[in-house]
């Protein structure tokens, strides 16, 4: 070969892989078309009409395709051609779309998780054998069999019994045991003879009795995504293309135009339809109404499918409803709930904030959809600390105690499962115990603390949450440090739930021993001690005479946690004292009052601390109570900790202890040079520097004089310093990368401040004072030499930041082509004159060359 390529072959060779890359442009240009236009465009449609609009100025979306099912006009039918090919709302169409298709597809998704839930759980006994007529009636109206499940629902149904069974010296399973054998029993002769009479009706017709409307025969070719989505090369995808879009009509065509037009006319039937329209949520309502009538169809066709022995009907009429039910109890437990509880939240704090129903009534007027996301998030959070905190509880106190509340630890506990077995009936008694509890406790511990500082502190509410303008302090900086410093230290430690944990367990030892509940409420576990001593002092004897009661204990135990469906498993006896009722009502107003207690320190002492604080910074400004109440929470845990602190300290010494102050300080005067180098200097170049080549040239003109603030500019540059560091440890491995990770491995206590200094701080401390300054320079020491007009020296000035930033940019990428270039150099070099490649073994230069074996060799032309 030619020491040097001809420009031919350099040319024939660009030309090669210009024509390649064309090649895959068009390629892939179709596939994002095909995927991110046409497949959207298809299902997104704006019809601002009375049977499509949930919100006023918010649009339902449905498919272009669609349109005339909605409508129910020809014209539509007619002018569907025009409306695939419009271009009025382009963009807000395509995000639209995107957005159904994904709803799509998390609904076949479910499905099929709903369908793998139903066979491997086992689905409910009323669909999977044929009942007598008279049961199978009851059966659908009760949705639950007096069959194999009857027992379980007797169980779930009596958690107010154990009390009773916890009598004088323990559980006494025996007659709760008997009497669910004796129903299981019953139930299972009338299962029998509803399976026999149905076989009967059958005349031997096994296939149908065995045929599950379930086992979907999928017969489909191995797809990976990216022969799926079009990115091998190959044009199968256009075929997929067709199935998405076609599937996506089948979808709206089902769950969203037949529910809809269902429940439409039943309130058109009903005369509801004014008050519906006046929810603003017309589409959403109109839908659900449409599910639940289409749910009761459903029941209704199951009964009439069973008492005529059409059993392939009744199948899959059951396994229909199943999936309405299941979808319904969804929206309820996810949606309706978190709603409730955030609008009574609300409600019960409006005097905290100084508000009014005709407020909130405005606010849902102006902007109903937000109003409602915002009460739902609310409720949410609620809900998951309320969630949070019993699982804490159940830390502490006995198994046993809390036997009326679903444990969310437990294996066995599904909620899917429940949704498939359990009756309606008995999720709306769930339903609506939930709502009166945790009402109660919205009431107990927001709106009867609020009424009491009213009145004992009048001057401290209502909280100030208005933003303003002339405050001296940005808002905006207050934000980023409340998410940026105040709320990670507070949720990355662990010593919050430690502590909490440990004032429940203080607060339950209290209560235990001053209302005699302590064997209640922990058990005995002294006793337990003692009895296990003496069961491996006495050896064989005393485990031949406790191994019976103890393995009927524990199988009783996990056979009512399976029956309770969340109960829990373990199972401890306790003692039951003198006038228990009167003691567990005593214990329950012990219980609120201290809740009461608990509720008015956390309204009133952060907030008064922070308020106090803030003073000192902001004078008399009124400032958001989000950042006063943040402050006033750090520095309680700040306190509280070094409490802590030091009263671990305490039983070792004063050597010790001043030998761990003297540690401490040293330790916090290194993070605090850190913190300051850091959390401080850095973020302030990084957002001077941010402001000088961004915001500055693009919001101030060249007759303007800017203006910055470095307060504003430490706070985006604290922002700025995450989201780099985030990167960071992201991407590949590279010297920033490698200090960064072992900063994050030595943490607070093995901080060493000479490697940071030497190794993090200078380097970039550095290069943001060299960026910085060398701009600065040029545009005001070297400019001014070359004598030009005071125009050019002011554009040069404002302008030189972001032109040194293009030429940086600018250098990258030529150095990155000039990379590629020398790949594609060697590429067509080794495509035109490379004839094979030998595999040759290393050797050090020893002399044993020539008595070396030959290497072995592979040759590839």
Known sequence: MPSRLPIQDIFAGLVTSIGTAIRYWFHYTLVAFAWLGVVPLTASMRIHDASCDCVPSCSFSVGRIYKCLFTGSVSSLLTLPLDMLSTENLLADCLQGCFVVTCTLCAFISLVWLREQIVHGGAPIWLEHAAPPFNAAGHHQNEAPAGGNGAENVAADQPANPPAENAVVGENPDAQDDQAEEEEEDNEEEDDAGVEDAADANNGAQDDMNWNALEWDRAAEELTWERMLGLDGSLVFLEHVFWVVSLNTLFILVFAFCPYHIGHFSLVGLGFEEHVQASHFEGLITTIVGYILLAITLIICHGLATLVKFHRSRRLLGVCYIVVKVSLLVVVEIGVFPLICGWWLDICSLEMFDATLKDRELSFQSAPGTTMFLHWLVGMVYVFYFASFILLLR?????????????????????????????????????????????????????????????????????????????????????????????????????????????????????????????????????????????VNNNQHARNNNAIPVVGEGLHAAHQAILQQGGPVGFQPYRRPLNFPLRIFLLIVFMCITLLIASLICLTLPVFAGRWLMSFWTGTAKIHELYTAACGLYVCWLTIRAVTVMVAWMPQGRRVIFQKVKEWSLMIMKTLIVAVLLAGVVPLLLGLLFELVIVAPLRVPLDQTPLFYPWQDWALGVLHAKIIA???????????????????????????????????????????????????????????????????????????????????????????????????YEHIKNDKYLVGQRLVNYERKSGKQGSSPPPPQSSQE
């Open 395 to 535: 830390e502490v106190l006995r198994p046993g105690v809390l036997w009326f509340l679903r444990n969310l630890n437990d294996p066995d506990f599904n909620p899917v499962q429940e949704m498939i077995h359990l009756p309606i009936y008995r999720h709306l008694r769930r339903f609506i115990l939930s709502v009166i509890v945790f009402g109660s406790i919205v009431l107990l511990m927001l709106w009867l603390p609020i009424r009491i500082i009213k009145s004992v502190l009048p001057n401290f509410l209502p909280y100030n949450v208005m933003l303003y303008s002339d405050a001296p302090v940005s808002e905006l900086s207050l934000e980023l440090l409340l998410l940026q410093v105040v709320l990670p230290a507070l949720l990355e430690q662990g010593h919050t739930r430690q502590w909490l944990k440990g004032l429940v367990r203080a607060w339950t030892v209290t209560a235990g021993y001053l209302l005699d509940l302590h064997s209640y409420l922990l058990g005995d576990q002294e006793e337990n001690e003692n009895s296990a001593n003496q069961q």
């Open 726 to 824: 985030a990167i960071t440890l992201m991407g590949p491995q590279w010297w920033l990368k490698t200090v960064i990770e072992q900063v994050y491995a030595n943490g607070i206590r093995n901080i060493d401040l000479h490697y940071i200094v030497r190794k993090l701080a200078a380097p970039v401390i550095s290069v943001l004072l060299l960026s910085l300054c060398v701009p600065y320079v040029i545009a005001s020491g070297v400019v001014p030499l070359l004598g030009v007009t005071a125009e050019m020296q002011n554009l040069v000035h404002r302008r030189i930041y972001p032109f040194l930033l293009m030429v940086v940019v600018l250098m990258a990428i030529l150095s990155f082509q000039v990379r590629q270039f020398k790949r594609l």
